[in-house]
């Protein structure tokens, strides 16, 4: 069983930066491909960015290329989303989830394990 605890969240003016972590434990980190994603107030919870078990592949929706960089570092059981250029539009609770399959899935159903979530407000 893996947990999954993201921190880093916060409120943050148009414009500025934020870098949300989620730090894993249960498990053996790098088998696992690795994703965040992010629900808005009555929104549909939507695919924000995927990277593969050892880094190789990141994927990205497309309202977050250019502004949002997924890593992690296998040694501390953690993934990063750096988030720059915040707009108000990506105000949501953002999640992180595992997935022990081998591809870099934009699918939240093929995801195993998520975390508790963490708020990310940006301020017009």
């Known amino acids: 069983q893996v947990q999954l605890v993201e921190s880093g969240g916060g409120l943050v003016q148009a414009g500025g930066s934020l870098r949300v972590s989620c730090a894993a434990s249960?498990?053996?980190?790098?088998?696992?491909?690795m994703g965040w994603f992010r629900q808005a107030p009555g929104k549909e919870r939507e695919f924000v960015a995927v990277?593969?078990?050892?880094?190789?592949?990141?994927y990205y929706t497309d309202s977050v290329k250019g502004r949002f960089t997924i890593s992690r570092d296998n040694a501390k059981n953690t993934v990063y989303l750096q988030m720059n250029s915040l707009k108000p539009e990506d105000t949501a609770v953002y999640y992180c989830?595992?997935?022990?399959?081998?591809?870099?899935?934009?699918?939240?159903?093929?995801?195993?394990?998520w975390g508790q979530g963490t708020q990310v407000t940006v301020s017009s």
């Open positions: 989830a595992a997935s022990r399959g081998t591809i870099a899935t934009m699918n939240g159903g093929d995801y195993d394990y």
């Open positions: 249960g498990g053996t980190f790098s088998m696992y491909v």
């Open positions: 990277i593969s078990r050892a880094s190789f592949n990141q």
